[in-house]
């Protein structure tokens, strides 16, 4: 969104284990809650400093940065308009009910990627956090059948993502035709998610799924993708 608008940032990169100390320190406000009740406390979250302010503006929660920042900076368009506030609210819903189906797929090649601290940290505090470890949600590599199963699940999630698209034409990938909106921004987050640090067989199965619509998709938005951290 900020590239597609054309917004001037900084990005700071901090470690896991250094999110909810940062965010205290800015003045983030928590997403939602521990298993345990206590806050929880999620990136993105944003400073926007203005001409004439002591302090900064600080936002958590990727939708109300989206909202603060289309209101902000409505050019070149609106990508969350106010007559699809409820329909792309929905949307998303759907999305991230989709990414969840994914996660024993994805989430494996992306635990591997972080640097071992990371990593340790998203394994040691993930129950603490929602509920359920990723070893509890990730098929052993070895076992066939589970394997088969979860690639199974993994396709059909697709699958029904391109069908829900497909009301807007067979083969489509825009959320609302012809426009840019917040919801297709996450959308198109994840499949580039999945090209640069998902194996190389799984981005090579999803390409080819639904048509080639998903590598369509990431073509569409080639201009304002960010460049992959190392």
Same mark, same amino acid.
């Given at each position: 969104?900020?590239?597609?608008?054309?917004?001037?940032?900084t990005n700071v990169f901090m470690g896991y284990p250094e999110v909810e100390e940062v965010a205290k320190k800015v003045g983030a406000q928590p997403t939602s809650k521990k298993v345990d009740g206590s806050p929880y406390y999620t990136i993105p979250f944003v400073t926007i400093e203005h001409l004439g302010s002591s302090k900064p503006i600080v936002l958590s929660d990727s939708p109300a940065i989206a909202l603060y920042l289309d209101n902000l900076y409505p050019e070149p368009?609106? =990508?969350?308009?106010?007559?699809?506030?409820? /329909?792309?609210?929905t /949307?998303?819903?759907?999305?991230?009910?989709?990414w969840r189906k994914l996660a024993p797929i994805t989430m494996r090649d992306f635990i591997a990627a972080l640097p071992e601290n990371d990593r340790q940290w998203v394994l040691d505090t993930r129950k603490q /956090?929602?509920?359920i470890r990723f070893e509890d949600i990730l098929p052993p590599l070895?076992?066939?059948?589970?394997?088969t199963k979860t690639w199974a699940i993994f396709d059909d999630a697709f699958n =029904?993502? =391109?069908?829900?698209?497909? =009301?807007?034409g067979e083969g489509n990938y825009q959320v609302v035709k012809g426009k840019v909106t917040?919801?297709?921004?996450?959308?198109?987050? /994840?499949?580039?998610?999945? @090209?640069? @640090?998902?194996?190389k067989s799984c981005?090579?199965?999803v390409k080819r799924m639904n048509g080639g619509r998903w590598e369509k998709l990431l073509d569409a938005y080639s201009e304002w993708l960010p460049k992959p951290v190392a």
């Open positions: 969104l900020l590239n597609y608008k054309n917004i001037q940032y368009s609106r =990508a969350i308009d106010p007559d699809t506030l409820v /329909f792309q609210a /949307f998303r819903e759907f999305l991230t009910e989709t /956090f929602v509920g070895d076992n066939v059948e589970e394997m =029904a993502l =391109a069908k829900r698209l497909d =009301a807007g917040y919801s297709e921004i996450e959308m198109v987050s /994840f499949i580039w998610f999945l @090209y640069y @640090y998902s194996e981005w090579e199965r």
